[in-house]
């Protein structure tokens, strides 16, 4: 199954090893997501490192074997699905993840309660994958 994943479910995966941790490494989902969640991660490095406790030679191998596990597409792969997702997306904020998801024709995993509030994309919550898996 393909999936866009939005940057809360791979910030949750990093924070503690969980289910979440566990499913991205199951290899009957192929994991999707824009290259804008870098720059997420990059501007809340010292929050992670300060959630997980880890070092930041430990955050810098997480985040390759992240980059090894999830296909990171750039904008300009996406960018003519924009304004189609800006226009169903519920969260401003999450408008890239609709637009790559369209593009792919696929879902998004997210556990963002707000993003369900349309129906042209399917969201699934963590729950919903662990159903599937």
């Known amino acids: 199954m393909n999936l866009v ?7 949750s995966a990093l924070i503690k090893d969980n289910l979440t941790a566990r499913l991205l ?7 999707y997501t824009p290259e804008y969640i870098l720059e997420e991660f990059a501007r809340h490095e ?12 430990d955050f810098i191998e997480i985040m390759k074997i992240l980059k090894e596990l999830i296909i ?3 904008k300009e ?6 304004a189609e997702a800006e226009k169903i997306c519920p969260d401003k ?5 609709f637009a790559l998801a369209i593009k792919l024709k696929c879902g998004i995993w997210s556990n963002d309660k707000k993003l369900k509030e349309q129906e042209k994309v399917r969201v699934y919550s963590t729950q919903e994958i662990l159903l599937i898996a």
Not at 5 to 11: E, G, P, R, S, Y
């Open 77 to 82: 792969y996406y960018r003519e699905f924009m």
């Open 46 to 57: 010292k929050d992670i490192l300060e959630k997980t406790h880890r070092s930041k030679p």
């Open 93 to 97: 904020d999450d408008t890239m993840y």
């Open 25 to 31: 490494f199951d290899e009957r989902f192929t994991f």
């Open 5 to 11: 994943v939005d940057a809360n479910i791979l910030f």
């Open 72 to 74: 990171v597409f750039p």
